[in-house]
């Protein structure tokens, strides 16, 4: 069973947004790559993402961060109605609970919010 022990959730904040969107750009890159055509992942990356946008979203649904070390290694968030939206872990974590640990997180919320 993967090592979850060092990983910290929070609750979203600005201050992170840059390595949020950097973290969804760098995994479309690295993970989607063997799934997608370069051509779609093209147009799934942002490389001038709308800042305002990704926080006004992210601000709107309870997002969960996971740091190791000091280090954000995956995100995702859920809207007050359950609809999962976003669920990212980098590409060097994968496979190692850290993703899990975040949707755990996600439904536990959803759950109360019922």
Known sequence: M?????????????KYLAD???LFNHTIQKVNR?????AEIN???????DLDSWHD????????LAFKADCLVGFGNITADG??????????????GIGRLIF???EQYARLKK
């Open 2 to 14: 993967p090592n979850t022990q060092d990983v910290i959730l929070i609750e979203y904040n600005r």
């Open 104 to 106: 755990n997180r996600l």
């Open 57 to 64: 979203n992210l601000s709107k649904s309870y997002c969960v």
């Open 43 to 49: 147009e799934w990356i942002q490389p001038n993402p």
């Open 83 to 96: 609809y999962l939206d976003l669920l990212f872990v980098a590409h060097s974590v994968i496979r190692s």
């Open 34 to 38: 063997q799934d997608y055509s370069q």
């Open 20 to 22: 949020i969107v950097a």
